[in-house]
């Protein structure tokens, strides 16, 4: 389904979110706190566009399943002359293919959802991280204000698909998007989940009055 949605997905991020995924992206990699030393590990990177939106990173690693993603994504890292700094590789989230603690810091940008077991990608980054290294998982959530979640939630499960479908050519793909983010656990859940997989200080910061969820913690310098 990726590789199906992959030519029109950039297209349709920026489309379906007004823009404003980008600021979204660039609120979770200032949360890092990035001095330009550190390598960071972009787990469900797709197209790339956080790790090429985290300039402050001294070196990214991007990990996804979807091939045809990554070779958009390849195609945006040459056009920016940043082959250097950027890495994309094949692979699991639940079984990253990264050595144990040589990640400074670790994002997920609303892709966490879309793992098998999320409990299980959420250890692996914690095993990625040194001690005290910092995570920014970027997800979807539902409005909390009155009369505004019932708007989005009509927009999110009727205009979206249906835009999606238009614009991508694709029949499911942007049906499984509001059944993904319904299926994702809430908020306190998933700090939850974040905690038992070694991360302390875990917090969720609603975006743009609860449409996306920034999360945050820090990896347990005890280990997970």
Known sequence: ????IAPRYDLLN??????????????AIQSLQLTGNETLIDVCTGTADVALQARDAGRVVGVDFAS???TI???????????????????DAMRLPVRDGSADAATAAFGIRNVERPERACA???RALRPGGRLAILE???????????????????????????VSGHNAAYSYLPA????FPPPT?????????????????PLTLGIAYLYTGVRDVGGV
């Open 124 to 126: 692996e980054m914690a």
């Open 1 to 4: 389904m990726f590789d199906a």
């Open 140 to 166: 979807f959530g539902v409005p909390r204000v009155w009369g505004l979640s019932t708007l989005y939630l009509w927009y999110f499960r009727y205009l979206l698909p249906a835009v999606g479908r238009m």
């Open 14 to 27: 920026r489309v379906l979110s007004a823009g404003i995924d980008r600021r979204w992206r660039a609120r």
């Open 73 to 91: 994504g390849w195609r945006k890292v040459v056009a920016a002359h940043d082959e250097r700094r950027i890495t994309l590789l094949r692979g």
């Open 180 to 183: 993904s983010v319904g299926a």
């Open 68 to 70: 045809a993603m990554l």
């Open 189 to 205: 859940a998933f700090k939850a989940i974040l905690e038992r997989a070694g991360f302390t200080h875990v917090r969720a910061e």
